[in-house]
T-cell receptor, first 114, second 115 residues
Framework: NAGVTQTPKFQVLKTGQSMTLQCAQD?????MSWYRQDPGMGLRLIHY???????DQGEVPNGYNVSRSTTEDFPLRLLSAAPSQTSVYFC?????????????FGEGSRLTVL | QKEVEQDPGPLSVPEGAIVSLNCTYSNSAFQYFMWYRQYSRKGPELLMYTYSSGNKEDGRFTAQVDKSSKYISLFIRDSQPSDSATYLC???????????????FGTGTRLTIIP
């Protein structure tokens, strides 16, 4: 049972380059989301989706793009990387409705923008 | 002012000690309170979940919520080296549509249990 799988685990980019962080889950969760984690800032929500074809912005969406064509996949695109996007990115998913609110996280993707 | 405040630590205690981790919050609408544990270079995982005020116990862990003071705590009894991790509090309010309510996280407290 893989849970939430993120690739790549590590990536170094130059300023201005674009890339896609991949996220896949095998738990048939309707809700998927992307967070970034920075020292002293905690986890901040970038974008989220409540089902295929439906996405919405979180707290820090600028510079990122998402799409949700299937229940399983939720890629995060960096359009033109900036040093301020150096961070650890986490994908998380959960059931659509459930009072526990338990988010299942991937292991993270560490991104460095030079 | 952040909606959720959490002392970042780091906090180091000897094995067997009782550990107290805390968060304060300002949004009185928060009703669901969670503690996540995050090991180094791993994603967070849910440790405890409570609804509204009161205590909840699970083995060596006790989660406590005081809504009147807007204060939540996580107690770890008989702490073990394997408890060394970063602990994040998280909370959310009610929603008619439970699907898209958002969690607000604390910044996390880094805990080290010394053998």
């Amino acid at each position: 049972n893989a849970g939430v799988t993120q690739t790549p685990k590590f990536q170094v980019l130059k300023t201005g380059q674009s890339m896609t962080l991949q996220c896949a889950q095998d738990m048939n969760h309707e809700y998927m989301s992307w967070y970034r984690q920075d020292p002293g800032m905690g986890l901040r929500l970038i974008h989220y989706s409540v089902g295929a074809g439906i996405t919405d912005q979180g707290e820090v969406p600028n510079g990122y793009n998402v799409s949700r064509s299937t229940t399983e996949d939720f890629p995060l695109r960096l359009l033109s990387a900036a040093p301020s996007q150096t961070s650890v990115y986490f994908c998380a998913s959960r059931r659509w409705k459930g009072n526990t609110g338990e988010l299942f996280f991937g292991e993270g993707s560490r991104l460095t923008v030079l | 002012q952040k909606e959720v405040e959490q002392d970042p630590g780091p906090l180091s205690v000897p094995e067997g000690a009782i550990v107290s981790l805390n968060c304060t919050y300002s949004n009185s609408a928060f009703q669901y309170f969670m503690w996540y544990r995050q090991y180094s270079r791993k994603g967070p995982e849910l440790l405890m979940y409570t609804y509204s005020s009161g205590n909840k116990e699970d083995g060596r862990f006790t989660a406590q919520v005081d809504k009147s003071s807007k204060y939540i705590s996580l107690f770890i009894r008989d702490s073990q080296p394997s408890d060394s991790a970063t602990y994040l509090c998280a909370m959310r309010g009610p929603s008619a549509d439970f699907g898209n309510e958002k969690l607000t996280f604390g910044t996390g407290t880094r805990l080290t249990i010394i053998p």
